[in-house]
């Protein structure tokens, strides 16, 4: 499966069979998260077969069953933390996807386990993403128009758009799709928006958009607020 392939299908999955990943997945996840950890100055972990976190009340309100694996998402703490966990991280959920493993990007509805999901002091724990074999491939969601997420001048290029469509396929925290984008003089500038985690969904919007657009990161105009205490 490609890149643009693993984008279209990927939707959220919050059952699983309660079967563990396989050590050859789990190669896959932990190359990825290796290589991201590296780009990105990251510290994230792949925790196997620990059903604890999402066995709590919270985890089966949020509808989640079956989790035996997951990934945390995590790093030094920083202003932009948010945002890269969202690009890295999303990264990782792509190669998951196209390895045949579902996911979930997991805010809130999961729950600490002392030792298992532990981070450094010096280090903040943004949440998980579930990961494994889904009881389904989960389904197509409600969402915004292209209209809805940009500002049109006129003379944008194909590109531009052919990346927000992209944008549009990108978990965001309650699929609340914050973030706005316009185009001037050959250059992208993204805005997150106010919210709950508005960072990391722009952050994995802007994984989307260069992998559609065939752009690298030297497209975007810098334009970042300061990561809060939810990012
Ligand atoms: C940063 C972030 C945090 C999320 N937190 C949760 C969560 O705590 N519980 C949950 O069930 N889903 C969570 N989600 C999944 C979103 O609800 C889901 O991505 C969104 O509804 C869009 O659906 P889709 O992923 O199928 O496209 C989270 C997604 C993101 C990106």
């Not at 250059?187 to 960072?199: E, L, R, S």
């Amino acid at each position: 499966m490609d890149i643009m392939e693993a984008i279209e299908k990927r939707h959220s999955v919050r059952q699983y069979t309660g079967v563990p990943v396989s050590d050859e997945k789990a190669k896959v996840l932990l190359d990825a998260i290796s290589s991201c950890n590296e780009s990105g100055s990251l510290r994230f972990r792949l925790i196997r077969n620990e059903p604890e976190a999402f066995s709590s009340p919270l985890a089966k309100y949020g509808r989640f069953s079956g989790v035996m694996d997951y990934i945390s998402v995590a790093g030094p703490r920083s202003p932009d933390l948010g945002e890269r966990c969202g690009y890295y991280g999303e990264r990782i959920v792509i190669e998951a996807q196209r390895a045949g493993l579902n996911t979930c990007w997991v805010g809130l509805t999961y729950r600490r386990i002392p030792g298992a999901l532990s981070v450094g002091k010096e280090e903040k724990l943004l949440g998980v993403i579930a990961v494994g074999y889904g009881k389904t491939q989960g389904i197509p969601r409600r969402t915004k128009s292209v209209s809805d997420i940009c500002d049109i001048r006129g003379d944008e290029p194909e590109w531009f758009f052919i990346g927000l469509r992209s944008v549009l396929l990108a978990p965001t925290a309650m699929n609340q799709q914050k973030f706005r984008f316009s185009y001037a003089d050959g250059m992208v500038t993204a805005d997150p928006g106010h919210g709950f985690y508005t960072n990391t969904d722009l952050g994995i919007a802007k994984y989307h958009f260069e992998t559609a657009s065939g752009k690298g990161p030297e497209i975007w105009k810098l334009r970042r607020k300061k990561c809060p205490s939810h990012c």
